[in-house]
């Protein structure tokens, strides 16, 4: 979509699965000119072809399809959180009356119906009223949802789930009113039940209600937190911007920036919009937009991106890609359109349902019908109906996903994986790559000195003393590196006089009366006597490929160099021998240049190495793998990996990583270990076999009861008997990945930890 295409997006509320979001987009796209795109996970529509000044006519059409809507206005999802929060509290309420209700019913029905000499008086009356909650407002959303499709000609899910509530319990009462029969009521297996047995239903209405109400509310809160990347994106854009006007600064709101506008950034502020620098210094913090751990130092001329920070000195810089087409913004589209992504089991479920709902309805009433006409009594006709309504209903099927989830996420988090959805949990069983990224992943952002030289004729330690004493004043993480390296190696930092940061270069200060400058080789070249002495010294032969290198010039010659890298996570190399273990392809990607990356693609063992990718371009190398035939797995931490994260199959983000990553990541990695990537495609996939085993014990258990049920061999009874237990299966079977115990690790290698050391 292009920024001027005429669009608008709305915010859509009752939707219960997806086939609901597309019911809402082929309402939409019946309206002339208008094509719309419906997002169940975050329950948003955008809706190309009109303005905001047709939106009513976009919202009545929802409306009309039997949902709500509101015009969404930008960096405003108020609506959405309030709607989503309401709705889970509403549900909560629900399963807890549910529930405290069921339990007493459950056990109250089954001790009276099945044991005579205890029964009192008007029992049936006391049993139906503590169902009557449970049926009529617990289950209210089953019902309300039912109604509405019936009125637009559609079932799903809940349609069953409403009609084997509203039968069980209109069973109960009908019983009630006809009067209790004197005869026998049904047989067990090993004997007849007593008369009245057949007033049991209740328990079945109840049940069946608590088991939904559960299943659609952690599925809901799994949903819930679908769509906060795009929040969390603007959240981090500027909201004004100093313009310049002629010679004065005018503060205006971001969105009012045009391209060409010269604006001002000062230390401390968050650049507003990609562009040039035109005039003035600084240090740019710019980990959260590309995840590196240096910061960037710019001047005239160099190019800057929105949502950077700039920690120093003033800026003026001219805007060149405002408002959309922003770097910010083009990861928050990438991230809302790869977040659309359906779990292809839940589709399958959701088209079963769309024919089988239907055709149990339709087989329930041939059945009470083909009994009628045998010459069987009411009762009896009744009863095998309803028989199959019950054995039929869904409600392993709705737990079949749930309670996977719910249990695999639970010791996902005793393990350190926190697992968002079942779509994480379907990809992870399919993935075959494995992309990690460099800065903050693999490694752990933190810089270290590699390697040094010095000159012929000049003392070691004396050179690391000077090299501390300038760098010891300063905060960039160079200094640090090599302030650090230089104490370890017993030096000792001297007081210092004149000291001068300069930005981009490095830093100068006179350390007992010497004049001593480190920094780049374009700073120490411009400050030796002899500036084809450091030619000479650059390429020494202790010189690696990929360092980031630091010159030392003391009273105007070089004597030493610095050669600096990332550190390499001790994890790294024991956890990418695993996933190979596993079988599955393990790529390197970075924004460093070839040199750097392939040392630290060497020295953790990886497939592949892809180096040089700019932060808007991890996205399309995860697309491009994915075009290749291969599943993708990202493991990231920082903004730049949002896009890459929501795009790749499964998404991995580092927990000490950017909230942004996390919100876009399927899973989010808690523990300060490599290895727990290896846990996690673990788990999940053994949480999506669960998955699996659960659905396809529902769907076989259905199609084989069915016919057992409309030939009358299954009476209510039984049929309730055995849907609670298909229902017990199915939690048994997700409970037991509580005992899951991650495979043995591989034991981590002392290889050095960091690259070029």
């Not at 009433?365 to 869904?394: E, K, S």
């Not at 996390?662 to 846990?679: E, N, P, Q, T, W």
Request: include cysteine.
């Amino acid at each position: 979509m292009t920024v001027t295409e005429e669009y608008l997006e709305l915010n859509i509320a009752g939707m219960t699965c997806a086939a609901c979001a597309g019911r809402v987009e082929r309402s939409l796209n019946k309206l002339e000119g208008v094509s719309a795109s419906v997002n169940y996970a975050t329950e948003r529509a955008v809706v190309s072809g009109v303005t905001v000044r047709d939106a009513d006519v976009a919202i009545g059409a929802v409306t009309k399809a039997g949902y709500s809507a509101v015009l969404r206005t930008e960096n405003d999802d108020e609506w959405t959180r309030r709607a989503t929060a309401e709705r889970i509290t509403s549900l909560r309420r629900r399963l807890t009356v549910s529930a405290i209700l069921t339990i007493p019913l459950c056990d109250l029905t089954i001790i009276l119906a099945l044991v005579p000499a205890i029964r009192f008086p008007l029992w049936e009356l006391v049993c139906i009223m503590l169902a009557v909650p449970v049926v009529f407002w617990c289950a209210l959303p089953f019902h309300r949802a039912t109604i509405r499709n019936l009125r637009h000609g559609t079932v799903s899910m809940d349609t069953l789930v409403s009609l084997g509530i509203v039968a069980s319990f209109g069973w109960a009462v009908a019983t009630l009113l006809l009067g209790v029969s004197d005869e026998p009521g049904y047989w067990l297996g090993f004997g007849m039940t007593p008369a009245g047995a057949d007033s049991i239903y209740l328990d079945v209405a109840a049940g069946m209600t608590t088991f939904q109400l559960a299943g659609r509310y952690f599925e809901t809160r799994s949903r819930r937190r679908a769509g906060d990347v795009l929040n969390a994106i603007g959240d981090l854009a500027a909201t004004e911007v100093r313009v310049l006007r002629g010679d004065e600064e005018q503060i205006i709101p971001t969105i009012e920036l045009r391209k060409r506008d010269h604006f001002v950034v000062l230390a401390g502020e968050t650049i507003a919009a990609d562009g040039t620098v035109v005039s003035g210094r600084s240090i740019l913090d710019a980990s959260m937009m590309t995840g590196e751990p240096v910061p960037v130092e710019v001047g005239p001329g160099s190019a800057v991106v929105g949502g950077t920070i700039s920690t120093a000195g003033r800026l003026v810089i001219e805007a060149e890609s405002v408002g959309a087409n922003t770097q910010l913004a083009q990861m928050a589209t990438l991230a809302e359109q790869a977040q659309g992504r359906k779990a292809r089991v839940q589709t399958l479920v959701d088209r079963v349902i769309t024919i089988f709902v239907p055709s149990v309805i339709a087989l329930s009433v041939v059945v009470g019908l083909a009994w009628l006409l045998a010459g069987a009594a009411p009762r009896d006709a009744f009863g095998t109906a309803v028989a199959v309504l019950i054995i039929a209903c869904p409600c392993a099927l709705g737990l079949a996903t749930p309670t996977a989830l719910m249990v695999g996420v639970g010791r996902a988090a005793q393990l350190g994986i926190l697992i968002k959805g079942q779509d994480a949990l379907e990809a992870s069983g399919r993935i075959d790559t494995v992309v990690l990224d460099k800065t903050g992943t693999v490694t752990s952002g933190t810089m270290r000195v590699t390697a040094t030289a010095f000159a012929d004729g000049h003392h070691e330690l004396d050179a690391l003393r000077l090299a501390c004493s300038v760098e010891a004043s300063s905060e960039h993480a160079i200094a640090r590196a090599i302030a650090e390296h230089a104490i370890e190696r017993g030096a000792e930092a001297h007081p210092v006089e004149l000291y001068e940061t300069l930005p981009g270069l490095g830093a100068r200060a006179l350390v007992d009366g010497r004049d001593v400058v480190i920094g780049n080789k374009r700073l120490v070249a411009a400050h030796l006597a002899e500036p084809s002495a450091l030619r000479g010294f650059a390429s020494s032969e202790h010189s690696e490929p990929g360092d980031t290198t630091v010159y030392l010039a003391v009273d105007g010659a070089c004597v030493a160099r610095f050669s600096l890298l990332d550190t390499i996570k001790e994890s790294a190399a024991p956890t990418v021998e695993r996933l190979r273990a596993l079988g599955l392809h393990t790529i390197l990607l970075s924004g460093d240049g070839p040199g750097p990356a392939n040392r630290v693609g060497a020295l953790i063992g990886v497939d592949e190495v892809i180096a040089g990718v700019l932060p808007t371009e991890k996205a399309d190398i995860i697309r491009r793998l994915q075009h290749a035939g291969r599943t993708v797995a990202m493991v990231g931490d920082g903004i730049n990996d949002a896009a890459a994260l929501a795009t790749a199959n499964l998404g991995l983000a580092m927990v000490d990583g950017t909230d942004i990553a996390m919100k876009s990541a399927d899973i989010i990695l808690v523990r300060d270990d490599l290895g727990v990537i290896v846990d996690a495609v673990q788990l999940s996939r053994r949480t999506l076999n669960a998955i699996t085993g659960n659905l396809i014990w529902a769907f076989g258990y259905n199609l084989a009861a069915i016919p057992i049920a409309a030939i009358g061999f299954l009476n209510p009874l039984i049929a309730a008997a055995a849907m609670s237990l298909s229902s017990i299966l199915v939690v048994s079977n997700s409970l037991r990945l509580r005992n899951y115990q991650p495979t043995a690790r591989t034991r981590t290698k002392r290889v050095e930890a960091v690259a070029g050391g």
